[in-house]
């Protein structure tokens, strides 16, 4: 372990110019300067993560393959524009002050993208992506709930890369180096100051997070939202805590950040779904889908077919098989 603390990328790294690349190559008449974020390319291979894992759990207990990629089409644009509208809502002074270019109220490869917005507005486009493709969205948002938080861990090595969300000084081994300038740190902190990581605190407890959600979803077997319910106080509870050490500029509301009262909303809304799904449906559900809007393998292909055949659902993620009686009338590749 470095005893200087572990340093963090240097800021050329965060972007790489694609375009300077290939002009070196001998390619000069490649004009454009096309820049990859390094910030953007983890957000991606977290969203991909997330997809490749929630598409296993959801063939699992008998929805097509890929069906998810219809429903991701709804529930990625919907979460992006609801993490940015959260984040700039939520720090103003960064957007909104004499002479600001409020371009850079869009400029998402920057940095800036809030958790909390993004699954409240990414919700909302899941579950309008669910209603078009027959699926339940309870069924989906439990498949879903683990990918979520490997998404979310993957996505704050871009912080990393952009030198923010870091916490208090520390003296621990692995304090984080962070260049000066840097708005979040405090004046008259000496240059060789580390803070804490809290990024990468963050990033722990969603991949311990989401081990959590798939080793109770098997031996419990949480239907009707009940395993998303447990994701949102998961990620509440820890998002709680480590937003008393950052060090990032934040609204107040009553002395506290913002973000803390949203995480702790949705460690109530997740207790809240818990309980009231629990009551209303003791036992798991009987399709993913909606009745009507099964699909089965054989059909694959053929939207004609009707059948007497009752269908049944394959064993789910979490260990268990359920049966379902009924009869499709039409179904879709």
């Keep these: 372990m470095n005893p200087d603390g572990i340093p963090s990328p240097p800021s050329s790294w965060r972007s790489f110019n694609i375009g300077a690349w290939l002009r070196d190559l001998g390619l000069d008449w490649f004009s454009l300067n096309l820049s990859l974020n390094a910030y953007a390319v983890f957000i991606l291979?977290?969203?991909?993560?997330?997809?490749?894992?929630?598409?296993?759990?959801?063939?699992?207990?008998?929805?097509?393959?890929?069906?998810v990629l219809d429903i991701a089409l709804w529930a990625v644009p919907f979460g992006i524009l609801g993490g940015r509208l959260y984040h700039v809502a939520t720090?103003?002074?960064?957007?909104f002050y004499e002479g600001a270019d409020l371009l850079r109220i869009f400029y998402v490869w920057e940095g800036g993208l809030a958790i909390l917005g993004a699954i409240t507005l990414g919700a909302v486009g899941a579950y309008i992506g669910a209603r078009k493709a027959g699926?339940?969205?309870?069924?989906?948002?439990?498949?879903?709930?683990?990918g979520l938080l490997l998404a979310q861990g993957i996505g704050r090595t871009g912080n990393y890369f952009n030198q923010e969300l870091f916490g208090a000084p520390t003296d621990l081994p692995w304090g984080l180096q962070i260049d000066r300038p840097n708005v979040a740190i405090p004046v008259g902190l000496p240059d060789s100051t580390l803070f804490h990581p809290t990024f990468a605190y963050e990033m722990l407890w969603n991949v311990l997070g989401a081990l959590v959600l798939i080793w109770v979803g098997r031996q419990l077997?949480?239907?009707?939202?009940?395993?998303?319910?447990?994701y949102l106080i998961w990620y509440g509870i820890g998002r709680a805590f480590l937003e008393t050490i950052r060090l990032d500029p934040a609204e107040l509301i009553l002395g506290v950040r913002v973000n803390v009262w949203?995480?702790?909303?949705?460690?109530?809304?997740?207790?809240?779904?818990?309980?009231?799904?629990?009551?209303r449906h003791p036992g798991?559900?009987?399709?993913?889908?909606?009745?009507?809007?099964?699909?089965?393998?054989?059909?694959?292909?053929?939207s004609e077919v009707e059948s007497d055949d009752d269908y049944y659902s394959?064993?789910?993620?979490?260990?268990?098989?359920?049966?379902?009686?009924?009869?499709?009338?039409?179904?879709?590749?």
């Design 262 to 279: 949203g995480a702790l909303f949705a460690v109530l809304i997740g207790i809240i779904l818990f309980v009231r799904q629990g009551y």
């Design 314 to 333: 394959v064993d789910d993620i979490v260990g268990e098989s359920s049966k379902t009686a009924g009869r499709p009338g039409s179904t879709t590749s």
């Design 284 to 302: 798991l559900e009987p399709s993913p889908y909606y009745p009507g809007k099964e699909w089965s393998p054989e059909n694959d292909g053929d």
């Design 45 to 67: 291979l977290g969203i991909g993560v997330a997809v490749w894992l929630t598409n296993r759990r959801l063939v699992a207990r008998g929805v097509e393959p890929w069906l």
């Design 91 to 95: 720090h103003p002074a960064d957007y």
């Design 221 to 230: 077997s949480l239907h009707w939202g009940r395993l998303f319910a447990l």
């Design 135 to 146: 699926l339940r969205f309870t069924a989906f948002a439990d498949a879903l709930a683990p």
